[in-house]
């Protein structure tokens, strides 16, 4: 594999090329490394939001009409969905979610499935590589989409350039409790379905909980994804925020493209060590529970015992390339 | 700090004793570990159930009805309750969730309320902590109840001895694809808010859904918390869970301590790479992060140095022992 040739094949934004490069990071081949070095000088262009609400809000559908518009203006769009993973099987729950538009065909676009750590997990712990390579790609937007239901809705935060919550008119009073939540790591509020009932109540809502986070002044506004409602003003707003990141490497733009850096880095850092421990857990851990039951260690020393030896089992990926 | 002394108030049941050791293991104090190595011989009492399931279907209410019920039949009851953490505070959202129930006067009870990390985020580090402390204190059962809306759903898995899924009539079709991961999971299923219309059709729908998992016989049963209307025979089918568990050393009862314990050793030990990661996060990120900025660096290298150094920083509390 030529790292140099399938990098300058992306740079010319080659789909096959970005599905092959995606396979790559994912499974730490041969030459990953080498890659994500050699897209290097090409990065820093794309525009990373982040997508995150609550299920049933309809963000699949909305992130299917954004790419139309944004494939209207001329922009290239990537989108990474992030889907849960099965707690037994490891596999994803939601990876034959039907899209509502097939982008398939236009290859302006480029959609990837990637499986959350754990059901319900944080991000995949690739989803850095991923966002990297789609930027070599030439990609202008990368909206990364999660469930809501997981730890992966704040991950996304810390890469994303924006996020943009989806919630919708009706909403119980538990998802109430997520939404102070959500309240913190929003650039833009959409009320999707805002045809149903409520929908101003929601917004009004919305504007009251933003009131109280001071510093943040989001904006929210009323879609329908289904109805094609309201999706060019959202567009228009995203489009003002992604006009400040690409002028801007100083100030608050810099702070942006800062944050989304050491955001990747974490990312990149924690799924290492996480991957580094499950490596190793299987038969260790089985060995540790058996003197534990027997009383001759305790959990805490247990746990302790499987981190010695870290030393040794790390860097496999390092010496592969 | 004498941790013979409070080990011996713990194995009492004394609940000031059980406070101040979960504020001890909490904290990583000095002395933690001896603690822990000093309960050592009084565990494997307690049943630990996991309690789980979407936001909304009652499940603190029902919890607080099984106590009841529980302290009737003269058992103890221990219950930690997994709330989400802001992402940007790292304070508990719901800290301040109201029970039904006032079971503060009652000296067979103790409740701890845990932040989880990270919004919608897995257990608290420290749970499998907490968990060996009232185990201790002789509590005969430990409720470890989550939000439903994160990662601690799957890892209360790994911990408990075994897992009620709360459930009610009328879910949507995105809890229905959660419900795919759910199904997984549970040992008794609990449609909750039976006196809704559709109770009917939910049971049938999870018997359905049950039998597409072989080797999973899970029981199904429809409870009102609110109106007290199914709650023993609930009970009932807990208890039976329980006696097996207490009955056996051997087989399935041994298994499903084992299993137990492994889960609590990868808790503890993902717990400490965790935070050893976060405690040198901030300000050598921030360096990495501009160094990627200005191109001298990949993000994959950023990480990778960002682990460097690694086994300098560990077994900070190691040391304090």
């Known amino acids: 594999l030529d790292t140099k040739e399938l990098a300058a094949r992306l740079a010319k934004g080659d789909r096959r090329a970005v599905a092959k490069a995606i396979t790559l990071v994912e499974n730490d081949g041969a030459g990953a490394a080498g890659l994500l070095k050699a897209i290097g000088p090409g990065l820093g262009n794309a525009f ?3 997508v995150t609400g609550p299920p049933g809000t309809g963000k699949s559908s909305l992130v299917d009409r954004l790419t139309e518009s944004y494939r209207k203006r001329g922009l290239k769009v990537g989108i990474v969905a992030i889907d849960p993973t099965s707690p037994l099987t490891g596999g994803a729950l939601l990876g034959d979610r039907i899209r509502m538009v097939d982008h398939t065909l236009d290859q302006g676009v480029f959609i990837r499935s990637m499986a959350s750590r754990g059901w319900a997990g944080g991000l995949s712990g690739a989803v850095a590589d991923v966002i990297q390579l789609l930027d ?3 990609m202008d937007v990368i909206m990364v989409e999660t469930v809501g239901i997981g730890q992966a809705d704040t991950d996304v935060v810390r890469v994303a350039h924006a996020v943009m919550v989806v919630l919708m008119p009706g909403l119980g009073d538990d998802v109430q409790a997520s939404k102070a939540g959500l309240m913190e790591i929003g650039d833009v509020y959409v009320v999707n379905k805002a045809d149903l ?3 101003d109540d929601t917004v009004v809502d919305l504007l009251a909980m933003a009131r109280d986070f001071k510093g943040r ?8 994804a289904a109805k094609k409602e309201g999706v060019e003003v959202l567009v228009g707003v995203l489009e003002r925020i992604r006009a400040k990141f690409l002028a801007s490497d100083q100030g608050r733009g810099r702070e942006i493209r800062l944050r989304s850096i050491k955001g990747m880095i974490t990312e990149t850092a924690r799924r290492r060590v996480l991957v580094d421990l499950e490596g190793r857990t299987d ?3 089985e060995a540790l529970a058996e003197e534990v039951m027997k009383r001759r260690l305790t959990v805490d020393e247990a746990a302790d015992t499987l981190l ?3 030393e040794r089992r790390r860097g496999t990926r390092r010496r592969a390339r």
């Open 197 to 199: 009932p409520g929908a």
């Open 48 to 50: 990373v939001l982040g």
């Open 217 to 224: 002044d989001p904006s929210v506004l009323k879609v329908s």
């Open 136 to 138: 070599a790609a030439r």
């Open 308 to 310: 010695e030896g870290k």
């Open 283 to 285: 038969s260790k851990v």
